[in-house]
């Protein structure tokens, strides 16, 4: 089945710092993938669309400027949390579309001190 | 707006046996797609099993079954000869038009089967 990647798997960093989460699909290639947010023991919230080529749809409420998403290849979308406080703990899920299914990333736990 | 309701926070079963998770869903759309899928402890999201809406019949793999009833908007997932491994969250997931992609999900249901 198709693979999707993330790295890291856990970064902790200082508050008021920025932290860039790769996706990449391994073996296959991805116009779309989405990116979610999971508070603990809580389910999954999307955040935003990622395009290939093209910019980001978020879904309302998620800050754009704060949650940058790039889309750089049809293997590789990257989101940055900017200026990051204590409240963006959290677990960051991205997934990637591949023959009519959605396959996603094992996650990334992102710490703020 | 599309909802998706999962009623049972938590739910435990003996191994071999068979548990029912629940979900239920609102949408004034007529074509879309139901999901259940997996969360072990590692995080990594798995999918149990997919029903289309346009199809009466019941999806079904291996021991994972789907109850869908359209016209009440449930979508109900059993688990036969439940293993230790199934131990898990289960989350219920609803796609709208089905060429979005774009998933909502239920929130959760930890199941834990019991030795």
């Known amino acids: 089945g198709a693979v999707v990647s993330q790295h890291p798997s856990w970064v902790i960093c200082k508050s008021g710092t920025s932290v860039k989460i790769e996706c990449r699909s391994l073996?296959?290639?991805?116009?779309?993938m989405f990116w979610y947010r999971q508070f603990p023991k809580q389910s999954l919230m999307l955040m935003a669309t990622?395009?290939?080529?093209?910019?980001?749809?978020?879904e309302q409420g998620v800050e754009k400027d704060k949650f940058l998403i790039n889309h750089a290849s049809l293997t590789l979308s990257t989101l940055t949390v900017t200026s990051a406080h204590p409240e963006d703990s959290s677990f960051y899920i991205c997934?990637?579309?591949?023959?009519?299914?959605?396959?996603f990333g094992p996650g990334t736990r992102l710490t703020v001190t | 707006a599309q909802t998706v309701t999962q009623s049972q926070p938590e739910m435990s079963v003996q191994e071999a046996e068979t548990v029912t998770l629940s979900c239920t869903y609102d949408t004034s759309e007529n074509n879309y797609y139901l999901f259940w899928y997996k969360q072990p402890p590692s995080r990594q999201m798995i999918l149990v099993i997919r029903q289309e809406a346009y199809k009466q019949q019941n999806a079904t793999e291996n021991r994972f079954s789907v109850n869908f009833q359209k016209a009440a908007k449930s979508f109900s997932l059993k688990i036969s000869d439940s293993q230790l491994g199934d131990t898990a969250m289960y989350f219920c997931a609803f796609m709208a038009p089905p060429g979005t992609y774009k998933y909502i999900f239920g929130t959760g249901t930890r199941l834990k089967v019991l030795a």
């Open positions: 997934s990637a579309v591949s023959s009519y299914e959605q396959y």
């Open positions: 990622s395009n290939e080529g093209s910019k980001a749809t978020y």
């Open positions: 073996d296959f290639q991805a116009t779309t």
